[in-house]
């Protein structure tokens, strides 16, 4: 069992659940997020919570049936704190009224300080400062009556239940999402829960890092080899380096070179791994085995579809030429872990087929090894600086696994490919001259498959279109194209018109997410 003191949150199905844990995460605090289905009291007594978070839901308590959370939590002694459907649940659960939504209110709201107890609860620490503090609501039922032992500590206009506390059991309930960044101050109410609730901050990656290093030492044992695919991206480079770290060189990485890398990416990851960390890796360039296979594919799915086949065939070949491993490591992390509180179950549409190394391990009969599954992203990257890696590294924008194909809508060809490698590489000069590297989520050129007439020096030209894209986001889910102003995109696309031969015509991709993609495939 980890050392670390642990926080539960309880899933009701919120849109924003994760953000819990990974606000608290921020704080140091280790948070696991479980469905309220699988939450019963055996599960309770397991995990030994020392503070549990009920997220918000979009059920109503003034339903039957709705979901709840165990009555062994109320005698657990922790503190719990509800939010939003949480808040409901508590009161329902323990002696208040809730009514039924004739007060809709979503947005923006303003809460205010209430009763005596205001001052002096440590939940309100810091808080309160200018007057006031702007919170995001965003609920259709509403407490009317507490249950005994709460009283108000903070009140909006709308809402004068926002802030419930019961300082004796230590159990809080707010209206609104403390978790999201319309709640400016939501971090710093999170923290003042924590700390009440004891916890000392234990979580770090410096302290993970010894942990993680001892769980991979304990599955892997004493003998057995483990394989790691090096995608260029910062996930597998993480895992890859924490898990040198503990079985040495019985770990091998496999870099599939499918040629759709960006310019000088795997002489960087060669240089990386094989000089700076002496980690024992197989380069396999086969940028033209799957250029031909893509010959003649222009269907997104199907150009997926073939990269995704090619990649395994390709990495099981080199991985029995090396000797096989008991383990395959992979970079999955805590987001594609959590499970889902799903009311309605219906199977969700195919936008895109990811690509990973799918079917793998049990076609060659390995077990899986993934030391980055209860991480965030930015969790990642911090563990990424602890293990040494470059800061630019660290850093790097997300890259898809089917590389550049994607940026080519069409036919993929040698030909494109080189302008493409040639014009993003000029694109991504101007962002890091520019200082904008770390204000974007992402950012890379397509190249689209149109040809349009221009005019260089005294000649017509007849080339191909450029497409520029950047964006923000937070997590890849949805995204808004990244405004840069007018002179970087005019002097980026005049450098790329006259650096890079083939492209005579630069446009700049406005899209946000939905409804575009990020990707333009
Ligand atoms: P989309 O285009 O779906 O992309 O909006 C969301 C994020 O996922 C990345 N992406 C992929 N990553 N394998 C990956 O590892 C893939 O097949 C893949 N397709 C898209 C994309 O770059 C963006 O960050």
């Not at 002696?95 to 309100?124: K, Q």
């Not at 795997?266 to 380069?283: G, K, M, Q, T």
């Not at 590294?393 to 060809?413: D, M, Q």
């Amino acid at each position: 069992m980890a050392a670390h003191d642990r926080l539960l949150v309880i899933d009701f199905g919120s849109q924003v659940t994760q953000l819990i844990a990974r606000r608290l995460r921020e704080l140091g605090v280790y948070a696991e997020v479980h469905p309220f289905q699988k939450v019963d009291a055996d599960f309770l007594a397991a995990f030994a919570p020392k503070a549990v978070i009920l997220s918000g839901g979009p059920a109503s308590v003034t339903e039957p049936g709705s979901p709840r959370p165990p009555a062994a939590l109320w005698r657990l002694g922790v503190p719990v704190l509800g939010i939003c459907y949480g808040q409901q649940v508590m009161m329902a659960d323990l002696g208040g009224s809730v009514e039924a939504g004739h007060h809709r209110e979503f947005g923006r709201a303003f809460v205010e300080p209430a009763g005596g107890a205001a001052a002096r609860d440590p939940f309100l620490d810091g808080l309160f400062e200018t007057g006031r503090e702007e919170v995001w609501m965003s609920h259709g039922d509403r407490v009317t009556r507490p249950a005994p032992g709460f009283s108000a500590i903070g009140m909006s206009p709308g809402a004068p239940f926002a802030i419930l506390a019961d300082p004796a059991r230590r159990f809080y309930a707010v209206q609104f999402h403390p978790e999201v960044h319309h709640t400016p101050n939501g971090t710093r109410m999170l923290g003042n829960f924590v700390r009440l609730a004891g916890f000392r901050g234990d979580w770090t990656m410096g302290a993970y890092r010894a942990e993680a290093v001892a769980a991979i030492r304990a599955q892997v044992g004493e003998t057995a080899r483990v394989l790691c695919g090096l995608s260029g991206g910062v996930d597998s480079a993480v895992a890859a380096v924490l898990i040198h770290e503990a079985v040495g060189d019985r770990l091998t990485c496999v870099l599939v070179d499918h040629g759709l890398l960006r310019q000088g990416e795997a002489a960087e990851v060669v240089a990386l791994f094989r000089d700076s960390y002496n980690i024992p890796l197989i380069h396999a360039d086969e940028g033209p085995r799957f250029l031909a296979a893509l010959a003649g594919v222009t269907d997104p799915e199907a150009k997926r579809k073939t990269i995704g086949r090619l990649f395994v065939e390709v990495f099981e070949a080199h991985a029995r030429a090396a000797g096989g491993a008991e383990f395959l490591a992979q970079g999955t992390l805590y987001p594609d872990v959590i499970e889902s509180v799903s009311f309605h179950g219906g199977p969700s549409v195919t936008i895109k087929s990811h690509h990973n190394v799918g079917g793998l391990p049990e076609k060659m009969g390995m077990k899986l090894l993934e030391p980055l599954r209860m991480l965030f992203k930015d969790e990642v990257r911090a563990l990424g600086r602890e293990l040494g890696l470059p800061e630019a590294f660290v850093r790097r924008h997300p890259f898809p696994g089917p590389g550049l194909a994607i940026r080519i809508p069409g036919e993929v060809t040698a030909e494109k490919l080189a302008i493409l490698r040639a014009a993003d590489a000029v694109y991504l000069d101007q962002i890091r001259r520019h200082g904008l590297y770390d204000a974007i989520w992402q950012a890379f050129a397509a190249l689209l498959p149109v040809r349009t007439v221009g005019v260089m020096g005294d000649g017509r030209s007849y080339d191909w279109a450029l497409a520029l894209r950047a964006v923000t986001s937070v997590d890849g889910m949805t995204a808004d194209s990244y405004p840069f102003d007018h002179a970087f995109l005019s002097e980026t696309a005049t450098r790329i018109v006259n650096e890079v031969r083939g492209i005579n015509r630069v446009f700049y991709d406005v899209t946000s997410k939905p409804p575009g993609t990020i990707e333009l495939e």
